[in-house]
């Protein structure tokens, strides 16, 4: 319990805690942003979506270790997991919804093992570090992370004010169509699988792009980031705010990772140890995700009417 | 002038020849009708025509082999069709689902959602502007804003109808559109059909109401097991006794 005396230096011992709880929900709302897209607008039921995660953010960093100036890296790290949306969406977004999902988690994984045993290119489970962040030179170490907030968080901004542009568009109504019924924009002369494929492409792009920003806040990336619960970290985001709310998965990554950190506090009133502190918080994320299928599907801002799952 | 040519069509599901050779021919600006008793294949001839089925056969329309085109490309040629039980999409509003129809959108285009938006905003009012007319012709213009799974059995017909309309097609194939419409609508949607008909458009029906369909066609085929029995005019078919049998059941 921390008392009222000191409370100015109380809140100077917090503020970082409480910029690395905004970094962090910064990073996860854009990775989540990208799958909202895909399964909450288009209904494509993707697990496989840390993969360009680790696309994303190993291109940028390997590239940049071999000589590469950080903004083309940055470029081609996002460009690359993009691609890689369009390669897997080639063969996959024929499949029917429950085959895709399979695939899309096993894509994840080769994804994962290939990065753990090329040593020769990615260093395995060694991992990547002493790659140049952005403005390095330029910004005091102790402020960096400051920086870094600023700069999240107007990428964040810029990510969802363009989505949200997108899905009010006649572009965005052909998704919603095909998220519900893809004979019927089919009948209407639309090319459903190219549709799919933008929106698998884009929302792999944005995770890519998360990814990159991961590795500039940790400054260090291994096979080990990139386990399938990160994906499921995102559907955790995405089904608590709301799917096919853009707004909602931004609270839902606030609320996750506030959630995540503030177990550290927990501490003190339940006695767990440490590591059963983090079965313990897997516990209660289980029974949150049970209560909302049960009470309130749609998530916190989710609208009942466009509930992709209920039929 | 011929619009739509089916040459010897088969499809085949296992053992059940749902289709078994059939081929028909449609004049352009005609009402064609499609009878027949249930099974008799009408609906897979239609999923055939408008490319969700793929079978053996030729299928030319406007000119163009479509029988291997998949079914958005055979859309875009200006062919459109409803189905039996109406799709319409109760996750957006009625609005919303007529705004789907109209070819051509360039707000469609991912890149044009910023590089064309002027272009892009005076084609969502035009198109809505139109979308509204068709919906206070079908007396559905205060559901605009309702989520279309709110909507009741006959609204959602009519949903269905004002889609393929908005789409302002060559050919409108309809698969049992007097089916839960009452008898006041059913008689103004003949009318509409009529209009349409008088502007150059081509129907091709399916319908279970005889009364409605001999009214409205100019010509009828009969289906039964996958074939054609018989085509002709309404009056034709009226008295035609193979027609009979195959409706009340054959020999006894």
Not at chain 1, 175 to 201: C, T
Not at chain 2, 87 to 94: E, N
Not at chain 2, 202 to 231: C, N
Not at chain 2, 234 to 242: L, T, Y
Request: neutral net charge; glycine residues 10%; contains cysteine.
């Amino acid at each position: 319990m921390m008392g009222l005396t000191g409370s100015a230096g109380c809140f100077d011992a917090i503020l970082p805690y409480i910029v690395t709880i905004l970094l962090i929900s910064s990073i996860y709302a854009i990775f989540a942003l990208g799958l909202n897209l895909e399964w909450g607008f288009t209904g494509l039921l993707n697990f496989g979506h840390v993969a360009f995660f680790a696309i994303g953010a190993y291109t940028t960093v390997l590239l940049n270790l071999w000589g590469c100036p950080l903004v083309l890296s940055i470029i081609a790290g996002v460009a690359l997991a993009g691609f890689f949306g369009f390669l897997l969406g080639i063969p996959t977004l024929r499949l029917r919804v429950d085959y895709l999902a399979i695939v899309t988690i096993g894509f994840s994984e080769v994804l994962r093992f290939i990065l753990l045993n090329e040593e020769w290119l990615t260093r395995g489970p060694f991992g990547v570090y002493g790659f140049e962040r952005p403005f390095q030179d330029v910004i005091p170490y102790q402020h960096y992370n400051t920086f870094l907030l600023i700069l999240y968080v107007a990428i964040l901004v810029a990510i969802y004010a363009s989505l949200e542009r997108l899905m009010h568009s006649p572009w965005g109504r052909v998704l919603k169509s095909i998220r519900e019924d893809e004979s019927v924009p089919s009948a209407l002369g639309k090319n459903v699988f190219w549709y799919k494929i933008q929106s698998l492409m884009l929302g792999s792009a944005i995770a890519g792009l998360a990814g990159v920003l991961l590795a500039f806040y940790l400054q260090y990336v291994s096979p080990a980031t990139f386990k399938p619960i990160e994906t499921f970290h995102a559907w955790i985001i995405i089904i608590l705010g709301g799917t096919a709310s853009n707004r909602g998965t931004i609270v839902g990554a606030l609320i996750l990772w506030t959630f995540f950190s503030g177990t550290k506090f927990i501490s003190r009133l339940v006695p767990l140890e440490s590591h059963q502190m983090g079965a313990f918080r897997m516990i209660v994320i289980g029974l949150l995700l049970m209560l909302l299928m049960m009470y309130k599907p749609e998530g916190i801002f989710g609208k009942k009417e466009e509930l992709a799952l209920s039929d | 002038m011929e619009i739509l040519s089916v040459k010897n069509v088969k499809k085949h599901f296992g053992g059940v020849k749902a289709v078994d050779g059939c081929s028909i021919r449609i004049e352009t600006g005609t009402v064609m009708g499609l009878i027949g008793p249930n099974g008799a294949g009408k609906t897979t001839l239609f999923n055939l025509i408008s490319g969700f089925e793929k079978g053996s056969g030729e299928i030319t329309f406007k000119g163009m082999r479509t029988d291997k085109l998949p079914p958005f490309k055979i859309a875009r040629c200006g062919m459109v069709r409803t189905f039996q039980i109406p799709r319409a999409l109760s996750k957006m509003t009625v609005l919303e689902n007529l705004l789907l129809a109209p070819k051509t959108q360039h707000g469609e285009r991912i890149w044009n959602v910023w590089l064309r938006r002027k272009s892009v905003q005076m084609q969502e009012n035009t198109i809505k502007e139109k979308s509204r007319e068709i919906l206070e012709f079908f007396e559905i213009s205060h559901l605009e804003d309702e989520y279309a799974g709110a909507l009741s059995g006959g609204q959602k017909k009519l949903l269905e109808m004002a889609r393929a309309i908005a789409i302002d097609p060559s050919l409108m194939m309809l698969d049992e559109p007097f089916a839960g419409v009452n008898p006041t609508l059913a008689r103004k949607i003949t009318g509409y059909i009529d209009e349409l008909r008088e502007g150059g458009m081509t129907f091709f029906i399916i319908e279970h109401d005889i009364p409605a369909i001999t009214k409205i066609s100019d010509k009828i085929t009969v289906m039964s097991e996958g074939k054609v029995l018989t085509e002709g005019t309404p009056d034709e078919i009226r008295s035609n006794p193979d027609v009979l049998n195959v409706y009340l059941g054959g020999e006894g």
